[in-house]
């Protein structure tokens, strides 16, 4: 099995003066968003969370809200927050966001809904500049990281208090640590990256999976317990304090991952055919044929015996795409959220082939951004 490849990286030129940077662009942009936000809802924060009368107060029959209210309740009460949840132990494993936003509060809740935002704006930054580092390290042009950061799934996570926001820029960190060859440091933000999100163990995976076909077993053993013992730790503790693990494939309503590729896209057809005909225009472009391309791309270099962390994670994040469970399936928003590891997986892969297809191609995912402008669509 050949080892894992390695090209140099490409030196940056130093620069005088102020350069304006993909990172500015989507700073401004994100900012720009979240004050439009904040000026439709009369200057409350709360809109950000979306919190569902259903959960809070308990209303029967109440509105559902979106998942960042079960953020905005951690954040402001851990220990008080399960009566809030839909599914206690599930909301529980994804902890650091709320936590840090409840830590910025320093104990004063009418500050985490201000603090939720500032989390997110400052993680969509700093993953964006993350994410030019990976491209420019690899002799790419930075500003193909705006596919990252101007993503609709990222955008549209900072105006609802969710997760991805940090969990992926603590990925993005992770895989620019690991291409400036500091091992353990990555596997460490992985970790904190699966405490953010568990979807990020999909990047932990590639890792891992290029670390076993290079047969690189110490190093492989390391990794795993570096970023899974954590993870297993809070399932064990959310297990004792709250009676169930936290894995799973959502909260209330939530479906679980399909054994049959695509089926959770088929049987949407005989529910209604007509929303399985729209849902397949939207998601198709944006999730599925992408997704499919990635697939027979990773394939592909693996058949030349390319086993690169890059090819790797292009491979896992591809190959969960068809059996994505129907429940994310029929929500837009959801599908976009799902798919962020895919994204950043392309981009990291474009710049190590190179491939200037696969970046410009990338950028089509700035297009989701319209998904963000009509707020009907939200939920709510």
Request: charged residues 15%; aromatic residues 12%; positive net charge.
């Amino acid at each position: 099995m050949a080892a894992i490849r390695h090209s140099s990286p490409a030196p940056v030129a130093q620069q005088r003066g102020f350069v304006i940077r993909p990172f500015h662009v989507v700073g401004l942009i994100a900012l720009v968003y979240i004050a439009l936000t904040l000026w439709r809802s009369g200057g409350d924060p709360m809109k950000f969370a979306l919190v569902g009368t259903r959960y809070d107060p308990g209303l029967p029959g109440g509105t559902w809200g979106y998942d960042g209210q079960f953020a905005y309740q951690i954040a402001r009460d851990p220990l008080g927050a399960p009566r809030f949840l839909d599914v206690p132990a599930y909301r529980f494993q994804r902890i650091l966001y709320p936590l840090i936003a409840g830590a910025w509060a320093f104990g004063q809740a009418w500050r985490v809904p201000w603090t939720l935002i500032a989390v997110n704006w400052l993680a969509l930054v700093a993953g964006t500049w993350f994410t030019e580092e990976i491209l420019a390290g690899r002799g790419a042009s930075r500003w193909y990281a705006l596919s990252y950061g101007l993503f609709g799934g990222l955008m549209m996570a900072v105006r609802l208090d969710l997760t991805e926001p940090l969990a992926y820029a603590l990925a993005q960190a992770a895989v620019l640590s690991y291409e400036r060859k500091q091992m353990r440091g990555a596997a460490g933000l992985l970790a904190l990256a699966a405490l953010t999100k568990e979807t990020t163990l999909l990047i932990a995976a590639g890792f891992l999976l290029s670390l076993a076909l290079s047969r690189r077993w110490r190093d492989l053993i390391e990794w795993a317990v570096i970023v899974g013992a954590p993870f297993i730790a809070l399932q064990v503790l959310l297990r004792v304090w709250l009676g169930e693990w936290g894995v799973g494939s959502g909260g209330a309503m939530a479906t679980p991952f399909e054994w049959i590729p695509y089926r959770g896209l088929w049987s949407l057809a005989a529910i209604n055919a007509r929303a399985f005909a729209l849902i397949a225009l939207i998601i198709a472009p944006i999730a599925l044929l992408p997704g499919l391309a990635a697939l027979v791309a990773a394939l592909r270099d693996l058949a030349r015996r390319d086993v690169h962390p890059f090819v790797c994670i292009l491979l896992v994040n591809a190959l969960v795409i068809p059996f994505t469970p129907q429940s994310t399936l029929r929500e837009p928003l959801g599908m976009l959220r799902f798919i962020v590891g895919l994204v950043a997986a392309v981009i990291a892969w474009g710049a190590y082939r190179p491939s200037r297809r696969a970046l410009n191609y990338s950028l089509l995912w700035i297009a989701t951004l319209a998904l963000a402008i009509n707020e009907s669509q939200l939920p709510g």
